[in-house]
């Protein structure tokens, strides 16, 4: 028994002194990869590259990295080399995939530099798993992307997969200062695959969504803000309230802005035409200074020409929606304008006087009970007056 522990004792000094065993984790192993790829040619830098995946216990970002400095200095020669562009294309990817953060700088500015499509698309997708955090970056793909959507818009034609991936990255990155800008992207024209992408990114970004959408509507163009809205109307996990919040801030930025141009004029009376419908079919009540101001404008821009008969119906039944004794004040007011028209021999359009009449019934304010009286009086159609004996009847305490 002596004998045997004497023996493996020597052994084990044995071992003790024998050469070094690399293994996957071992710095050398990196350091001689490294050493490989420094003095072998284009071919030997992509092997290098690829027998580099098998040590997967390794940490080989220093040699992904020297390859990002290779083909960043060497840009020129390797594009136009087919073994240079696998070397470029295999390298990004790697830094990519292994998410090496510290590569995320020298990756945007070689984005910066190059005029590769391919390659700008590559380096694109690896910054989506490289420069989480890096706001300088974020900021920097949202303004190139702001004016590459510019440049769409004057007419120059796209690369889709390029603003895709872009979009893409940028929902990875979850920003929130990039929600705007993907916004714009998804709703601007580009093809359905930068839609889908622009809708799957959006869902990625930090924050709440009300609160994106609603500075979108308050910072964005006219165009994008009607974008915005309906967009919100699309979302079927967003709350009834959410829905109302977005809506009554569309109204408000419709009634108040300042267009600066005619268009501008006539988008943000959509707005407004659209903040009211969505407002009217989830039966919200109040916000009635800014219904009879809508209201009012409706009058005035029907009257000019400017919109349809059907927004100042649509007008109408917000206030009698709102549920409030301001409304009905002003839906009275103008029962008595078109009375005194018919009582003059104007026309009085039949399906709009039906509509104040209608919805003075369903606010039930006895404000309106002398004017109702008397439309049965004048000489309207037999719908017309019964419509208004049927208001009647609705009102409180008569």
Same mark, same amino acid.
């Given at each position: ?70 083909? %960043? ?23 990519? @995939? ?13 984005? /910066? ?9 590559? %380096? ?25 959507? @510019? ?48 809708? =799957? ?12 959408? %609603?500075?979108? &509507? ?27 919040? &977005? ?42 200074? /800014? ?21 100042? %119906? ?27 028209? @018919? ?6 359009? =039949? ?14 304010? /006895? ?11 004048? /000489? ?19």
């Amino acid at each position: 028994m002596k004998k045997f522990t004497a023996a493996v004792i020597c052994l084990i000094l044995l071992i003790g002194t024998a050469a070094p065993v690399f293994s996957a984790d071992n710095p050398e192993v990196v350091e001689a990869f490294r050493k490989n790829f420094t003095r072998g040619s284009l071919a030997t830098k992509v092997r290098v590259l690829q027998d580099s995946i098998e040590y997967k216990d390794a940490d080989m970002s220093p040699l992904y990295i020297l390859s990002l400095d290779f083909i %960043i200095n060497n840009s020129w020669m390797l594009q136009n080399d087919t073994i240079g562009r696998d070397l470029m294309f295999f390298t990004i990817r790697l830094l990519g @995939t292994n998410g090496i953060a510290e590569s995320a700088d020298n990756l945007w500015q070689f984005y /910066n530099v190059v005029d590769d499509s391919a390659l700008m698309i590559e %380096i694109m997708n690896a910054l989506g798993d490289t420069a989480a955090g890096k706001q300088d970056i974020v900021y920097g793909i949202n303004a190139w992307l702001r004016e590459y959507n @510019t440049g769409f818009r004057a007419g120059k034609t796209p690369d889709n997969k390029l603003v895709a991936e872009t979009v893409s990255t940028l929902g990875k990155l979850g920003d929130p200062t990039s929600f705007p800008i993907v916004f714009t992207t998804g709703t601007i024209g580009y093809s359905d695959v930068v839609n889908f992408s622009a809708t =799957e990114a959006l869902g990625k970004i930090e924050g709440y969504f009300t609160d994106h959408i %609603i500075e979108v &509507i308050r910072s964005s163009i006219p165009e994008e803000k009607i974008a915005a809205l309906k967009a919100a109307y699309g979302q079927s996990n967003l709350l009834r309230e959410d829905k109302a919040s &977005i809506a009554l801030v569309g109204l408000d930025i419709g009634l108040y802005s300042e267009p600066e141009t005619s268009t501008d004029e006539a988008q943000l009376r959509e707005l407004r035409y659209e903040a009211v419908r969505q407002l009217t079919a989830l039966n919200w009540a109040g916000a009635t200074d /800014n219904l009879v101001k809508h209201f009012d404008s409706s009058v005035f821009e029907l009257e000019q020409g400017l919109c349809r008969k059907v927004n100042l %119906i649509e007008a109408i039944d917000a206030l009698g929606n709102s549920d409030t004794h301001d409304a009905a004040v002003r839906l009275t007011l103008y029962l008595e304008v078109l009375n005194s028209y @018919t009582e003059n021999g104007q026309i009085v359009d =039949e399906q709009v006087i039906l509509s104040v009449i209608r919805n003075l019934g369903e606010l039930g304010d /006895n404000t309106a009970f002398d004017y109702l009286l008397y439309t049965g009086y004048l /000489n309207y159609s037999g719908t017309v007056q019964r419509a208004a004996r049927e208001a009647l009847k609705n009102l409180k305490n008569i």
